[in-house]
């Protein structure tokens, strides 16, 4: 079964308002989480990886002020998408990794807006 | 029974040494996507493809769709290739990872 979920699947919102993604590890605890954007036909882009208790690293390119990640336990990190646009309209995966455990991915959320 | 399954789980090879590694899956797919993560970093990206072969350096990436198989091929192997190696597929609605090929690519 899975080990890593996020909530929502899907979300659709009007633009301008922020939309929040939770990924949780569901059996283990997850010390290290990394969120991943795919936009439509090209394959994932690596956004920032976050670690329990500290602040996220982001990739170059990748505004932190708009993409906010909160790491704040070991089961449970949180992607914020703030003020989003159309152009954020894209498909959000996150995986997370803890101990010796091979790195888990999430199902995805795909996020419209409008 | 997981969506997509790799093979081998773990795999060591000499330098130069010709590396494949497997992938199986039981969905319908729109792409496959073939990732790779050195020690303590996130994924890369190698190969998206939704039919055919991609070759990229090294890397040879191949698909049968009829078969719902995949294979990447490594040539000439070097030390540096030591990663694990993932293979996914999206269905357009949600993505299914294999648990990864840990390569160890001894000099």
Known sequence: GAVVSQHPSWVICKSGTSVKIECRSLDFQATTMFWYRQFPKQSLMLMATSNEGSKATYEQGVEKDKFLINHASLTLST???????????????????????????????????? | KNEVEQSP??????????????????????????????????????FMLSSGKKKHGRLIATINIQEKHSSLHITASHPRDSAVYICAVSTGNQFYFGTGTSLTVIP
């Not at chain 2, 010709?18 to 303590?40: D, E, K, M, R």
């Open chain 2, 9 to 46: 789980q773990n795999l060591t090879a000499q330098e130069g040494e010709f590396i494949t590694i497997n992938c199986s899956y039981s969905v319908g797919i729109s792409a496959l996507h073939w990732l790779q993560q050195h020690p303590g970093g996130g994924i890369v990206s190698l």
């Open chain 1, 79 to 114: 992607l914020t998408v703030t003020s989003a646009h159309p152009e954020d309209s894209s498909f959000y995966i996150c995986s997370a990794r803890g101990g010796e455990r091979p790195q888990y991915f999430g199902p995805g959320t795909r996020l419209l807006v409008l």
